[in-house]
């Protein structure tokens, strides 16, 4: 995959697990 597509998958996980934390 593109350096472009890594980066999206990267932040779409980091937004996954940000949702998940709890505050």
Known sequence: ???G???GYI???SKCFQ????E
Not at 19 to 22: H, I
């Open 1 to 3: 995959p593109k350096n």
């Open 19 to 22: 949702s998940a934390s709890p």
């Open 5 to 7: 597509d890594i980066c």
């Open 11 to 13: 932040y779409e996980i």
